[in-house]
């Protein structure tokens, strides 16, 4: 169930139009005074938490002091709604309960209602809630040892220095404040829609698929183009890495000895699936078919270090539904997957750094600078003692403060972990690129090598996802978009993942011709290029432009025609005062062009070259 609640001078609402699913009501408008309004989305399985509900609002209110409260269904809240009938009796049954305590109005269910409302301004006035219906779950051991574990929390600061957290100066590192304040509070559950989720429609990017189950999203075209150019993208760096790309299958049986064992070491929840004999898991990360590969593979030590590299669309993990929301934590994600074998510790410390270096060259590439996030390092304090030089040596990478968390006692497979973490607008932070040093599965799944002697020995294995998941990242850019907005800036993406690189926009139907000439001439120079021929002014057209973030708009008319010459507006260059636009040939502007997306990989328009062709997709 998801709330909106807010402190209102007054709501004035009056049903207008029904749905099939109105309930009877007067049609005439109503006003309530002084009153908590509580906006109401009811999803499936919401029958269960009325009580939670309830003592959720009457809590608020009671704060602020109200004897009114208002029950307005809004279905806008949420994509994972409850049939009309069963949304009718949850609201029902919180009216019923609330008129214990409150004068309460209920707007009718089912209308299209007109409302004006007047929020107070104080700092309780607008509050949002999630209210999660408890699911049964699969709990391995490790997420069991996980919630017991005691962590230590400390800033490895750029001197080398370790600072337990509390005695820490954050001054001049406020995102490292929030990203500590996140990681040590363990509040993972979202009670407010963050800002890329609006953005990822708007755009239309993906959405959520209200046929599937909650965390499997839809992707339009613009979207499909932009998530396959990244797993392109971090695909060929693994591969030029030296990794020996495989395909895994995505389920496996529940009961096979050596995976079940390993499931209870790994902090997921799994789908559970029945076959026609057997049980089966839906994969949560590569680790499954590549270990086992390595298992049936003869390796020795000239073969080390051994990368084998997977793009999993899709694993799964059964995430708890309270914590779900748009890109940022998903049931169905695509993860690069990377697994290096190594034969002992230095070599495991060698490739651990190399990985660590990589993955700040790798989310550069992406649009993600040092300065969009904040790094994670997870240790044993055995493993940090013995160390410590190594593990210092971090900080020389990017120069500035880590959070490390320090446990007592090892209870996952690794000894130790980085994290880059993305830090939104809610203050939430999320994991992107990842490495961790693996200490128990080359015994769990038999993988050996042969040494110098011709002698088995049992390797070491690094996981390590350049990027994290696929998905992350597009959360990442549009988030980072957003805060930018918030600082008067222009907001875009990177210019090769831009789904429209250059829009031409003619002047008028006369120049429409050339409109499409230009765009073709870019077209065969691997550019992405569209035509905006729609019956609109330019104003409009050019609006429509900056709406869509594209990065470079091309108007052609009179002028341009006989010059032989673009007027282009360059996005990166401008600001929400200013346009800066700049005469320039087509040759120049694809120079330009190609220069910037130099060593990306490239994939052609996903629509339609001409705007009047395209469907809307919202």
Not at 128 to 149: D, G, H, P
Not at 273 to 283: N, P, T, V
Request: aromatic fraction near 10%; charged fraction near 35%; charge should be neutral.
């Amino acid at each position: 169930m998801r709330l909106l609640l807010i402190h209102a001078d007054y709501i004035e609402y009056e049903p207008k139009e029904k749905t099939k699913f109105a309930e009877d009501c007067e049609r005439r408008r109503e006003r309530v005074e002084e009153c908590l309004v509580a906006f109401i989305s009811v999803e499936k399985g919401d029958e269960k938490v009325v009580d939670r509900a309830v003592e959720e609002i009457k809590e608020v209110a009671k704060k602020l002091n109200v004897d009114k409260v208002v029950v307005y269904p809004y279905a806008h809240l949420s994509s994972n709604l409850a049939d009309p009938d069963t949304a009718v009796a949850v609201l029902k049954e919180i009216e019923s309960k609330l008129s214990r305590d409150f004068d309460v109005h209920r707007a009718p269910f089912g209308w299209y209602k007109a409302f004006k409302l007047y929020c107070k301004g104080h700092p309780l006035s607008e509050l949002s809630r999630s209210i999660v219906v408890e699911e049964e779950k699969e709990v391995t051991q490790a997420l069991k040892a996980e919630e017991k574990v005691k962590s230590y929390w400390f800033i490895l600061t750029p001197d080398k220095e370790l600072v337990e957290v509390e005695k820490f100066d954050f001054t001049g590192y406020e995102n490292l404040r929030k990203f500590a304040r996140y990681e040590m509070e363990k509040r993972r559950a979202v009670d407010k829609v963050p800002p890329h989720v609006e953005l990822m429609r708007r755009l239309e990017i993906a959405d959520y698929e209200p046929a599937s189950d909650s965390g499997h999203l839809r992707y339009y075209p613009k979207g499909r183009l932009i998530k396959s150019l990244l797993e392109e993208f971090v695909t060929l760096k693994c591969i030029e890495y030296g990794a020996m790309e495989v395909e895994t299958p995505i389920m496996y049986d529940r009961r096979h000895p050596t995976l079940r064992r390993y499931l209870e070491r790994f902090p997921a929840r799994q789908y559970i699936i029945k076959g026609d004999k057997r049980e089966f898991f839906l994969r949560f990360a590569a680790c499954f078919g590549q270990f086992l590969i390595a298992h049936d593979s003869v390796i020795t030590y000239k073969n080390l270090p051994m990368k084998i590299y997977e793009l999993t669309r899709y694993s799964f993990r059964k995430e708890q539904r309270g914590e779900l929301v748009g890109l940022r934590r998903l049931r169905a994600f695509t993860m690069p997957d990377m697994h290096t074998i190594v034969k002992d510790m230095e070599q495991a410390k060698r490739e651990f750094f190399n990985q660590y270096k990589l993955s700040v060259e790798v989310l550069k590439g992406i649009g993600i600078n040092p300065e969009d996030y904040e790094v994670a390092v997870r240790v044993t304090k055995d493993f940090y003692e013995q160390n410590k030089d190594f593990i210092h040596s971090l900080v020389d990478v990017l120069r500035k403060p880590i959070l490390v968390e320090m446990w007592d006692q090892r209870f996952f497979y690794f000894v130790l972990k980085f994290e880059f973490n993305f830090v939104d607008a809610l203050e939430k932070a999320s994991a992107l690129s990842t490495v961790q040093i693996d200490v128990e599965n080359a015994e769990r799944y038999d993988i050996s090598y042969v040494d110098e002697k011709g002698e088995k020995k049992r390797p070491l294995i690094l996981h390590c996802s350049l990027s994290g998941a696929i998905e992350r990242c597009m959360y990442a850019l549009l988030e980072k978009a957003h805060m930018e907005m918030e600082r008067n800036k222009l907001p875009m993406l990177p210019v090769w993942l831009s789904p429209t690189q250059v829009r031409v926009i003619p002047v008028s139907e006369r120049y429409l011709d050339r409109a499409i000439e230009v765009a073709n001439e870019l077209s065969r120079r691997s550019i992405r290029a569209d035509v905006d021929d729609r019956d609109e002014t330019l104003a409009r057209k050019i609006r429509d432009a900056g709406r869509e973030w594209i990065p470079y708009v091309a108007v052609i008319g009179e002028e341009e025609l006989k010059g032989g010459f673009l007027t282009v507006t360059i996005r990166a260059e401008s600001t929400l005062k200013e346009q800066k636009r700049v005469k320039m040939s087509v040759d120049e502007l694809a120079e330009r062009i190609k220069k910037e997306c130099e060593g990306k990989p490239f994939k052609p328009l996903p629509l339609p070259m001409l705007l009047s062709k395209r469907p809307n997709f919202r």
